[in-house]
């Protein structure tokens, strides 16, 4: 099935209609007279006909059908042009504006929001041959997020360190993985559950722990505008949780890796 079999537009009499590229998500009117709805909303009725959620920090990939993307990214543009207006800004004359509609569209859905609107990387897990059980960590990786509250930047760094299972992945594998998190509206505390929780699934580590340090331009650039202010959080799963020798080594392994870079 394509985009175009499942827009399922409400149709006059007069027959039907073709699907809509924009438009609000209440639909506009046809050369017909028919309604068409917009793809958001097509998309958005699907999402709750399934239960699925689709918040924030929701991926929501497998809700969209061949070609949708692109029609969303249409749809996007027209509201960041009405957005645009809105704030008194002569797209029309202004050479510097004239596309950023289109730009801020591609932005979102193929850039900083891609962990929302596209499936995970496809990552091979491998077995386990030499029963390592000895942990080992992987960082600094760079992580770019927004803040779901006001959708400008985060950006930081992210530890991981495992004590492998029966199953191992490769070490770039992790930075793919969290990329793909992060590249998402977050809250950083909930992002780094969220990071936990592919990372089990992938390869199924007898111990996980993840550190994130990251500055938030909402403290930056807005609201109390504290330039220096960054925050750190953790999550510790399995013998890491359990075991707290194997905890304080997983931090003094950071710490290393950050004064190697220092």
Aim: some cysteine.
């Amino acid at each position: 099935m394509t985009a175009l079999d499942d827009l399922s537009p409400a149709t006059s009499s007069a027959g039907s209609t073709s699907p809509v590229l924009a438009g609000s998500s209440l639909g506009r009117i046809t050369s017909n007279g028919s309604t068409a709805r917009s793809i958001s909303s097509v998309i958005r009725a699907r999402l709750e006909t399934a239960g699925a959620p689709y918040l924030a920090n929701d991926n929501v990939a497998d809700y969209l059908l061949e070609g949708e993307l692109d029609l969303l990214q249409k749809e996007v543009a027209d509201r960041v042009r009405e957005l645009l207006r809105t704030l008194l800004i002569d797209i029309d004359r202004d050479h510097n504006t004239e596309e950023t509609a289109e730009r801020v569209a591609k932005m979102y859905l193929q850039e900083v929001f891609k962990g929302r609107y596209h499936r995970q990387p496809k990552i091979a897990s491998f077995p386990n041959v030499k029963q390592l059980d000895e942990i080992y960590t992987v960082g600094p990786i760079s992580v770019r997020s927004a803040c779901s509250h006001h959708l400008v930047p985060i950006l930081g760094n992210c530890w991981i360190g495992i004590k492998p299972g029966d199953r191992v992945i490769g070490l770039s594998k992790f930075a793919r993985v969290a990329d793909w998190v992060f590249s998402r509206p977050h809250i950083q505390e909930e992002a780094v559950m969220i990071l936990a929780d592919e990372i089990e699934r992938l390869c199924e580590p007898q111990g996980l722990a993840i550190l994130i340090k990251a500055q938030h331009y909402c403290m930056k650039w807005r609201g109390v505008k504290e330039p220096q202010t960054s925050m750190v959080n953790s999550v510790v799963r399995g013998d890491f949780r359990l075991d707290p020798n194997l905890k304080a080594e997983f931090f003094e392994l950071v710490k290393q890796q950050e004064s190697v870079l220092g």
